[in-house]
């Protein structure tokens, strides 16, 4: 009886969680908690970058297209009449080419690219040249310049989540550049 007892007292022991296991456990448990908050909280930044390097990457195309092809190129941004719309959804924009020399009215616009924005947001920001109320670009030639109908500069952010971003456009010059704000 007195072996039975003891193996019995020595089971019980053995059975149960020391406190270092249970800090140890619980420590790395919190570890793990933080560094899932912190990949969370920069997730939205780095999709919005991606996203605003493609819309640049974009215009960038089409202003050298321009320049190279001699043809306008017209980036239309599939949102309504209001300067800020917000998104339930992603914001299309679709790129066409126009050739200089079609006397149509209108002329003949051919799709040569459609994306699509993950984005919360859109909001155009018109420069010095007054409200703008369609966000819609156009690469002229042959020095691949924004159509000077279009305040200078123009700006469109672009937000996602909580990150937000101004793609500038300078009319003059066609310089494109952007920020993350």
Known sequence: MDDNHKM????NFLSGFSLVEIVVVVAIIALVS?????????????ELENEVQKLTGDL?????MSISTHFHYKVDFD?????????????????YTIDPDD??????????????????????????????TLLNLS????????NTTI???VTIQLQ??????????????????????
Not at 39 to 46: E, K
Not at 60 to 64: C, D, P, V
Not at 106 to 130: A, N, Q
Not at 139 to 146: K, V
């Open 103 to 132: 006397l149509t009215v209108p002329p003949v616009e051919t799709v040569v690219k459609r994306r699509i924005l993950s984005v919360d947001r859109i909001t155009l920001i018109p420069g010095l040249g007054g409200p703008v």
């Open 34 to 46: 933080v560094t899932v908050g912190v990949s969370l909280s920069t997730l939205a930044p780095r």
């Open 60 to 64: 960038a195309w089409a202003k050298s």
């Open 139 to 146: 690469f002229m030639t042959p020095q691949g310049n924004l």
């Open 151 to 153: 305040s200078d500069p």
């Open 160 to 181: 996602k989540g909580s990150a937000v971003a101004n793609v500038t456009i300078r009319n003059l010059t066609g310089h494109i550049s952007w920020e993350r704000l």
């Open 8 to 11: 019995l007292k020595r089971t």
């Open 79 to 95: 949102i309504n009449s209001d300067n800020a719309i917000t998104f339930a959804d992603n914001v299309t924009y679709i790129i």
